[in-house]
């Protein structure tokens, strides 16, 4: 088992940055996938972005070219970047590994 902490979310205007962090504990982030997902309120939670050792990166086409994902394997830390950021983008973010999932952070676009 996996345990996940999100940090990094807040409020940002339209055009802004953001970059979120997902600190995980346990001994096995090097086993699996890494995702982001986000959710917002009365909708589905969707994929964000995606990472897995020897296979290309998954970006939801709603945030490719804006946003990247990425891992520090020595430090058991997950990262997405979110540059020219949406009020569309406002949603709750989670990390994922395996079947676990941290608790979410809050992004807020303001336009």
């Known amino acids: 088992q996996v345990q996940l902490v999100e940090s990094g979310g807040g409020l940002v205007q339209a055009g802004g940055s953001l970059r979120l962090s997902c600190a995980a504990s346990?001994?096995?982030?090097?086993?699996?996938?890494k995702a982001w997902h986000r959710q917002v309120p009365g909708k589905q939670r969707e994929l964000v972005a995606a990472?897995?050792?020897?296979?290309?990166?998954n970006y939801a086409d709603s945030v490719k070219g804006r946003f990247t994902i990425s891992r520090d394997t020595a430090k058991k830390m997950i990262y997405l970047q979110m540059s020219s950021l949406k009020p569309e983008d406002t949603a709750v973010y989670y990390c994922?590994?395996?079947?676990?999932w941290g608790q979410g952070t809050q992004v807020t676009v303001s336009s």
């Open positions: 990472i897995s050792s020897g296979a290309p990166t």
């Open positions: 994922q590994i395996g079947g676990d």
């Open positions: 346990g001994s096995i982030f090097r086993i699996y996938p």
